[in-house]
């Protein structure tokens, strides 16, 4: 079992930065950040694997939001800078102990987080 611990979530103005940060208690082979807005699917942001560090990320949030790791404190962070409206939504951490497939795809993690709010206001 892994269990996955969020924080970091809140409200900013347009063009505002938070950070997000996503312990986990367990191995993980990859995180992902994935956020749902209401009425609209869940949609994946960025992934990271656990050995390599390599990243994806969503067209949308490319050169805007960055994913890391520490691996010594086993949390991941989403740091996200010049934030927009349309980014507002409930931001989940995901994981999973193997690769599991297309990496935005929320069907192949295993375990998640309980969300936390990101609300960017105009």
């Known amino acids: 079992q892994v269990q996955l611990v969020e924080s970091g979530g809140g409200s900013v103005q347009a063009g505002g930065s938070l950070r997000l940060s996503c312990a986990a208690f367990?191995?993980?082979?990859?995180t992902a950040w994935f956020r749902q807005a209401p009425g609209k699917e869940r949609e994946g942001v960025a992934r990271i694997y656990t050995g390599s560090g390599n990243t994806v990320y969503a067209d949308s949030v490319k050169d805007r939001f960055t994913i890391s790791q520490d691996n010594a404190k086993n949390t991941v962070y989403l740091q996200m800078i010049g934030l927009k409206p349309e980014d507002t939504a409930m931001y989940y951490c995901?994981?999973?102990?193997?690769?599991?497939?297309?990496?935005?795809?929320?069907?192949?993690?295993?375990?998640w987080g309980q969300g936390t709010q990101v609300t960017v206001s105009p």
């Open positions: 367990g191995y993980t082979y990859r």
């Open positions: 995901a994981a999973s102990k193997t690769h599991g497939g297309a990496w935005n795809n929320p069907d192949g993690y295993n375990y």
